[in-house]
Structures are given as structure tokens and as C-alpha cells.
């Protein structure tokens, strides 16, 4: 079974740049997990996908990140303009979705994305 | 909301025991349990729900506390593999189940 696919695998920027990350998940699998790791912490929800519908984006800065799933298959992450507190992993993760619970069901999650920001 | 692990790193000796604990302020539905090594994606280790039995992934075992809105990861006669950080993501209750959110995690080194 294919796993979550994600690129880049690294990507370095400077400061005021835009940036973007491709996710696609195990096929099936409705929800989708954007996380942000930031060295030496937990993983960061920045936003959940069920299908191509937002569940949860409370902690998405939208001024500048923007996340869509338009044919609730893949995803783009985008960074416009990039911070240097943004450097940090980009998980994507997702999960089969069909029950009533999402948080009953494991989370697979991808390789991520490196982002540094200089 | 984010959950509090305790504690923050543990070094052992290989065929040592431990105990990673992870707590809530808020009634919890769901917890999970997933191990990080340097470098990778976390990995899916077991879920524990409300009203559900404690749980095991080899010589790794977990329980939840539904009184306290703990949950507690042993680590059994550890091995090398074991090594790496420990994270627990929870779903509360009162959100339906819907968001995970991860704890600060615990660093694990396993020495020979």
C-alpha cells in the first residue's frame, strides 16, 4: 500500500517568499492533516480536510497560509509572504474518514517538508 | 488544550522499563500514542478510546485513565529500537472527536 505522498522533501527561501507543498494522500482516505512541526515540539493542527471541505483551520494564519483539497484527492499548502518563524516540518497525514469520530481512526502520516526560512 | 507529557526526555538502559505520561485539563474521547524517529514521520503506535481497554504494540502497552484524563505509554524490557519521541495527540469530547492535538512529546533514548 502507497503511503502519503508529499514534496519537497527540503526547500529553502528567503524571508518575504512564497512557498508551496503538494500532499497526496492514501488513496481513500477522506480526511486530511496539514501539521506544522517546529524543532523540539509536537505537531501543529494548521488545518483538516474532510473530503474537499474545511473541518478545522482555527489555527491556519490566514494572512498568509492558504490550504486547498479541490477535488478531495491532493493538497496544496501555500505560504505567502514566509516568515522566519515559519521554518519549520510540513506534515501532511490523513485518515480513511468514514466514521462519525475522526479521532478514532490512526493518523498515516507523510514524510513532510523541511521549509527553512532565511 | 494542547496535552502535557511528562516527562520531557528519559535515557535507559536496554531491557529497562519506563512510563511516558500524558495529561488533559478538558474530558477527553480519544488518545493516541505515535513514535517519531530523527528525521522521519511519526508512526502510529495504538489508540485508546473512552470506555475502551488497555492496549498493547509488542512490549509496548497503554492505558487510559478516564477519571484523571491521563493516559499512560509503558515502555517493557526496551530495546534499541525504541528510542526516538514519544508524542500523544488527543481528541476531546466535547469537540466530537474531531481535532487531534499533540503533546510537546518525550524524548526516548535506549542505550545498549
Known amino acids: 500500500e502507497a503511503g502519503v505522498a508529499q514534496s519537497p522533501r527540503y526547500k529553502i527561501i528567503e524571508k518575504r517568499q512564497s512557498v508551496a507543498f503538494w500532499c497526496n494522500p492514501i488513496?481513500?482516505?477522506?480526511?486530511l492533516y496539514w501539521y506544522q512541526q517546529i524543532l523540539g515540539q509536537g505537531p501543529k493542527l494548521l488545518i483538516q480536510?474532510?473530503?474537499?471541505?474545511?473541518?478545522?483551520d482555527s489555527q491556519l494564519p490566514k494572512d498568509r497560509f492558504s490550504a486547498e483539497r479541490l477535488k478531495g484527492v491532493d493538497s496544496t499548502l501555500k505560504i505567502q509572504p514566509a516568515k522566519l518563524e515559519d521554518s519549520a516540518v510540513y506534515l501532511c497525514?490523513?485518515?480513511?474518514?468514514?466514521?462519525?469520530?475522526?479521532?478514532?481512526?490512526?493518523?498515516?502520516f507523510g514524510s513532510g517538508t523541511q521549509l527553512s526560512v532565511l | 488544550q494542547q496535552p502535557v507529557q511528562s516527562p520531557q526526555a528519559v535515557i535507559l538502559r536496554e531491557g529497562e522499563d519506563a512510563v511516558i505520561n500524558c495529561s488533559s485539563s478538558?474530558?477527553?474521547?480519544?488518545v493516541h500514542w505515535y513514535r517519531q524517529k530523527h528525521g522521519e514521520a511519526p508512526v502510529f503506535l495504538m489508540i485508546?478510546?473512552?470506555?475502551?481497554e488497555q492496549k498493547g504494540h509488542e512490549k509496548i502497552s497503554a492505558s487510559f485513565n478516564e477519571k484523571k484524563q491521563q493516559s499512560s505509554l509503558y515502555l517493557t524490557a526496551s530495546q534499541l529500537s525504541y528510542s526516538g519521541t514519544y508524542f500523544c495527540?488527543?481528541?476531546?469530547?466535547?469537540?466530537?472527536?474531531?481535532?487531534?492535538?499533540f503533546g510537546g512529546g518525550t524524548r526516548v533514548l535506549v542505550k545498549p
Open positions: 480536510f474532510q473530503n474537499n471541505g474545511v473541518v478545522d
Open positions: 478538558k474530558a477527553l474521547y480519544s
Open positions: 485508546l478510546l473512552k470506555g475502551g
Open positions: 497525514a490523513s485518515s480513511l474518514g468514514v466514521g462519525k469520530y475522526k479521532t478514532n481512526e490512526k493518523l498515516f
Open positions: 488513496s481513500g482516505h477522506a480526511t
Open positions: 495527540g488527543t481528541g476531546l469530547l466535547i469537540a466530537a472527536g474531531n481535532k487531534l492535538t
